[in-house]
């Protein structure tokens, strides 16, 4: 039974889903506006970990996760220029070429990551109709005003009449006290009131025409318009990291309830932040670390690089409601447990059943596997349960121990449904080739084997050494043990 904490009640609930069967997942995606950093993969690779781990449950997930190209104001109070405006003027591209660009490099990691892409990737700028349409909604329902060609979400009204501030646990006494005071133009009435839609300054570059004015959305709207055309006015999942909870999701909260009448999502998710030497990891702070130098080593926090498997090894190391803390030295031990176990997994490829071998009940593993990640996707503890595991796999290599077909099978499966499937960890490490290209080399490496054990038993030792040749010029070594098994390995 599959248990996920929800921040709306702050605490473990059972996951049951709308329609039996299915689920509707909404997940904010990456600002496309600068290089793809750690804080993009933890949210990137949690909410893999639950599409995979839904999936591995058999439940068919509809995965959204948008891409935020229009680009945000400057500050919080929706002042300023267009994020994305103003670093296209500062490398002289369109803003369009700059959107795309760091959209191809965020797949490009994610993809080295091994997170899966969503069932749909929709994007901010080809959504205007529906956010000038949910925008429309909301002033008719009366919860948002026209002011100076802008229209703003009146947060007042709504708090008279709704709860506001349930998700953060903050009360609009604390959302003023915290929120600077009105800047410039005074177009708001009250300064936590939050902008749906901003008629843009007459340098502005992103804009589109609307009933109020040429402009565009605002940063909260397109969650809300997305979620509800791709998953409906209600589903089941709404996650992201934990920096978004307020003002974002307390805003897509808000705006769903003055658009539709009720709250969208019924469980949301957050994943908790990457810190740097016990630091929050921010470009404003001079720390935040790009995925590519990690990928390359280029940093000078870092000694060398670091595979795209190894970061995500060292994200699932932790639970992600848990600050995750990077360093070298927690890169290099992440490094390092890796290996361990894809050579765990290799291994059992490669040793043999012995025939009327004592039970060795994998099952034991599945259970505990299972269980850690019923536990709000435990990964931690999952981890902790596969190197348990990883010492009985060795014990198996070094003959101190012995396992039937059956029993050998079952491990096999277990261990590569985990860490391949579930997990995702496995592609994209130095040793594996392109997808899938492992494990047809072990089946086809096993059948050779089969063969050239026939070729010796039937005292064809010109066979055997040919087979044991023709591999070793392919660059595969083959090692017979005294008990009669072949074991191999890539050089
Ligand atoms: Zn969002």
Same mark, same amino acid.
């Given at each position: 039974?599959? *248990?996920?904490?929800?921040?709306?009640?702050?605490?473990?609930?059972?996951?049951?889903?709308?329609? !039996?069967?299915?689920?509707?997942?909404?997940?904010?995606?990456?600002?496309?506006?600068?290089?793809?950093?750690?804080?993009?993969?933890?949210?990137?690779?949690?909410?893999?970990?639950?599409?995979?781990?839904?999936?591995?449950? +058999?439940?068919?997930?509809?995965?959204? $996760?948008?891409? *935020?190209?229009?680009?945000?104001?400057?500050?919080?109070?929706?002042?300023?220029?267009?994020?994305?405006?103003?670093?296209?003027?500062?490398?002289?591209?369109?803003?369009?070429?700059?959107?795309?660009?760091?959209?191809?490099?965020?797949?490009?990691?994610?993809?080295?990551?091994?997170?899966?892409?969503?069932? #749909?990737?929709?994007?901010?700028?080809? %959504?205007?109709?529906?956010?000038?349409?949910?925008?429309?909604?909301?002033? &008719?329902?009366?919860?948002?005003?026209? @002011?100076?060609?802008?229209?703003?979400?009146?947060?007042?009204?709504?708090?008279?009449?709704?709860?506001?501030? $349930?998700?953060?646990?903050?009360?609009?006494?604390?959302?003023?006290?915290?929120?600077?005071?009105?800047?410039?133009?005074?177009?708001?009435?009250?300064? %936590?009131?939050?902008?749906?839609?901003? $008629? !843009?300054?007459?340098?502005?570059?992103?804009?589109?025409?609307?009933?109020?004015?040429?402009?565009?959305?605002?940063? %909260?709207?397109?969650?809300?318009?997305?979620?509800?055309?791709?998953? +409906?006015?209600?589903?089941?999942?709404?996650?992201?990291?934990?920096?978004?909870?307020?003002?974002?999701?307390? &805003?897509?909260?808000?705006?769903?309830?003055?658009?539709?009448? %009720?709250?969208?999502?019924?469980?949301?998710?957050?994943?908790?932040?990457?810190?740097?030497?016990?630091?929050?990891?921010?470009?404003?702070?001079?720390?935040? #670390?790009?995925?590519?130098?990690?990928?390359?080593? !280029?940093?000078?926090?870092?000694?060398?690089?670091?595979?795209?498997?190894?970061?995500?090894?060292?994200?699932?190391?932790?639970?992600?409601?848990?600050?995750?803390?990077?360093?070298?030295?927690?890169?290099?031990?992440?490094?390092?447990?890796?290996?361990? =176990?894809?050579?765990?997994?290799?291994?059992?490829?490669?040793?043999?059943?012995?025939?009327?071998?004592?039970?060795?009940?994998?099952?034991?593993?599945?259970?505990?596997?299972?269980?850690?990640?019923?536990?709000?996707?435990?990964?931690?503890?999952?981890?902790?349960?596969?190197?348990?595991?990883?010492?009985?796999?060795?014990?198996?290599?070094?003959?101190?121990?012995?396992?039937?077909?059956?029993? =050998?099978?079952?491990?096999?499966?277990?261990?590569?449904?985990?860490?391949?499937?579930? =997990?995702?960890? +496995?592609?994209?490490?130095?040793?594996?080739?392109?997808?899938?290209?492992?494990?047809?080399?072990?089946?086809?490496?096993?059948?050779?084997?089969?063969?050239?054990?026939?070729?010796?038993?039937?005292?064809?030792?010109?066979? @055997?050494? $040919? #087979?044991?040749?023709?591999?070793?010029?392919?660059?595969?070594?083959?090692?017979?043990?005294?008990?009669?098994?072949?074991?191999?390995? *890539?050089?």
């Amino acid at each position: 039974m599959l *248990t996920i904490y929800n921040t709306m009640s702050r605490s473990k609930e059972v996951f049951e889903p709308l329609v !039996a069967g299915h689920v509707g997942m909404y997940v904010c995606g990456p600002t496309v506006y600068g290089e793809p950093h750690l804080g993009h993969a933890r949210s990137a690779v949690t909410f893999d970990l639950a599409f995979r781990y839904l999936g591995s449950l +058999g439940y068919r997930v509809r995965y959204v $996760r948008n891409i *935020t190209d229009v680009g945000h104001l400057e500050n919080d109070a929706d002042e300023g220029e267009d994020k994305i405006a103003r670093k296209a003027r500062l490398e002289r591209l369109e803003p369009m070429e700059i959107a795309q660009m760091y959209t191809r490099r965020y797949h490009d990691a994610m993809r080295a990551l091994g997170v899966l892409p969503p069932s #749909i990737e929709p994007t901010a700028s080809g %959504h205007i109709i529906e956010q000038i349409e949910l925008v429309r909604r909301i002033v &008719a329902a009366g919860y948002g005003y026209l @002011s100076n060609g802008s229209v703003y979400f009146d947060v007042e009204k709504y708090a008279r009449d709704h709860p506001y501030g $349930r998700l953060s646990g903050r009360s609009t006494d604390e959302m003023n006290a915290g929120s600077r005071s009105l800047d410039g133009g005074g177009d708001k009435r009250s300064p %936590h009131d939050f902008a749906l839609w901003k $008629r !843009a300054a007459p340098g502005h570059i992103m804009r589109w025409p609307s009933p109020w004015s040429d402009g565009f959305p605002g940063w %909260h709207a397109e969650c809300s318009a997305m979620g509800a055309k791709y998953l +409906g006015e209600r589903f089941d999942i709404h996650g992201g990291g934990m920096d978004l909870v307020f003002p974002h999701h307390e &805003a897509e909260i808000a705006q769903g309830v003055a658009a539709c009448g %009720h709250t969208s999502a019924r469980y949301w998710m957050h994943n908790n932040m990457v810190t740097v030497g016990g630091q929050k990891m921010g470009k404003s702070l001079g720390n935040a #670390i790009t995925l590519e130098q990690i990928f390359a080593g !280029a940093h000078p926090l870092l000694s060398r690089a670091y595979s795209p498997m190894t970061v995500r090894f060292f994200m699932l190391q932790a639970h992600y409601r848990s600050t995750l803390d990077f360093s070298d030295e927690a890169l290099q031990a992440a490094g390092k447990g890796l290996e361990r =176990l894809m050579k765990a997994v290799e291994t059992l490829d490669r040793i043999a059943p012995a025939p009327g071998a004592g039970p060795i009940d994998a099952g034991e593993l599945e259970t505990r596997l299972a269980a850690a990640m019923d536990d709000d996707l435990s990964s931690p503890l999952a981890i902790a349960a596969l190197f348990d595991w990883v010492r009985v796999v060795n014990a198996l290599h070094d003959g101190t121990t012995a396992i039937s077909a059956p029993d =050998l099978e079952r491990l096999r499966a277990t261990f590569r449904r985990w860490v391949f499937d579930i =997990l995702g960890l +496995g592609v994209g490490t130095e040793a594996a080739g392109p997808d899938g290209a492992n494990d047809r080399l072990a089946a086809v490496m096993a059948m050779v084997l089969e063969l050239r054990a026939e070729a010796k038993a039937d005292r064809n030792w010109a066979l @055997s050494d $040919r #087979i044991r040749d023709g591999l070793a010029a392919a660059g595969i070594k083959v090692k017979d043990r005294k008990d009669g098994i072949s074991e191999w390995e *890539t050089e």
